[in-house]
């Protein structure tokens, strides 16, 4: 009998999206079982759910599945038994691409860590992983060159590090599988993993203003990441409605000592610097140094950012310290989650008191 709200078997299987989400996290058990991730059973049905951020009745029904083909025995209520030997290769194992603008090796310590760690943890999940470094991709008009870059990979998952605004769209307009290893611009909706930049400004400026710091800078060089821009508008917020100039300059050695030296031949020097990066704090410290300026006594300073040979200077920059190995793990689990979707995880950084910041 067929009516209206009738449908055949084949019209069903073109439309279950639930079906899908549940055949998905099938597919990423699989491959973590077949890496060997567990030894001889799964964890429980309440951890999985969490884990892959999907609903417990979507777990049951793929660990079901799995059961049905003979790679799982229910052990109790809850967990399930591993059967047979994990595969440690095959032709099944999925593709995951980060892209890089330039050589690892050019990149900082605490980034190459991330690097590192994320890629041990995709392949132990059972995850081919690949660095592609393409500067072409960053270019201002790069949709040529990522849909030629793309098509020989398709179903692969991309993960796109300090990406700009043009590969942020292209990606998000083409539906490609994507992670950005940063924030992400207005308007884009990707998943992404990121230091809370915004929050930790926020506290930076606080910080300074508790210091009866009033007349404030904030050097940032002109290339545009999205995670600077949300560092800007977070100390602004916590500057409390004190003076803020926003200093942008070429990224390189001297864009800093000019945007420094114009700030000392202001009528009104700032009594509170805010350097984003590591290497721009050094360059602005020894620069202020040369010229006499004594750091904190005249000029109090806050790096945002943390690198290991910040330590071994004197003065040592106050600052706030990411960790890597949670940027590797939050990464990870977004690509070896069955759907993506616009989720933003943010990690807070620690901070370093250092000997960079005084009262006024």
């Known amino acids: 009998m067929k009516g209206r709200g009738w449908r055949s078997h084949s019209s069903l299987s073109m439309m279950p999206q639930r ?8 597919a990423v058990l699989r491959e973590r079982l077949d890496s060997g991730e567990w030894n001889s059973s799964l964890p429980g049905e309440i951890h999985l759910a969490s884990e892959l951020q999907v609903g417990r009745n979507t777990v049951r029904a793929a660990l079901a599945t799995l059961e049905s083909e003979g790679r799982l025995t229910r052990a109790n209520g809850r967990r399930r038994a591993i059967n047979g030997q994990p595969l440690k290769t095959g032709p099944h194992r999925r593709r995951v691409f980060l892209i890089l603008a330039r ?19 995709l392949e132990r999940l059972g995850w081919n992983f690949e660095l592609r470094i393409e ?34 769209r292209w990606f998000q307009d083409g539906g490609l ?14 998943p992404e993993v990121d230091a809370d930049f915004r929050a930790v400004s926020r506290h930076a400026a606080g910080r300074f203003v508790a210091y009866g710091h009033r007349d404030l800078a904030i050097l940032r060089p002109d290339d545009a990441y999205a995670g600077d821009s949300e560092s800007v508008a977070g100390f602004q917020e916590g500057a409390l409605g004190n003076l803020v100039r926003d200093i942008q300059y070429p990224n390189e050695p001297q864009g800093v000592i000019r945007a420094i030296g114009q700030l000392l031949q202001s009528a009104q020097r700032p009594t ?14 020894s620069f202020l140094l040369r010229q006499g300026i004594s750091v904190p006594g005249q000029l109090s300073v806050i790096c945002r950012d943390d690198e290991p040979y910040l330590a071994m200077l004197s003065p040592e920059p106050t600052r706030y310290r990411r960790n890597p190995q949670a940027m590797a793990s939050k990464l990870a689990s977004l690509v070896a989650r069955p759907t993506f979707t616009g989720k933003s995880i943010r990690i807070m950084p620690i901070g370093v008191p250092g000997e960079t910041l005084s009262r006024k």
């Open 103 to 121: 050589p690892v090796g050019e990149f900082t310590p605490s980034t190459i860590l991330w690097i590192t760690e994320t890629q041990k943890r």
């Open 135 to 168: 500067p072409a991709a960053y270019r201002k008009r790069p949709c040529g060159y990522l849909s030629s870059l793309t098509a020989d990979a398709p179903g692969a998952v991309w993960i796109l590090h300090r990406s700009t605004v043009a590969m942020q």
């Open 19 to 26: 079906v899908s989400l549940i055949d998905q996290t099938a």
């Open 177 to 190: 599988r994507v992670v950005l290893a940063g924030s992400r611009h207005t308007g884009i909706t990707l």
């Open 272 to 285: 509170g610097l805010y350097i984003l990066h590591p290497e721009h704090c050094v360059t602005a410290i």
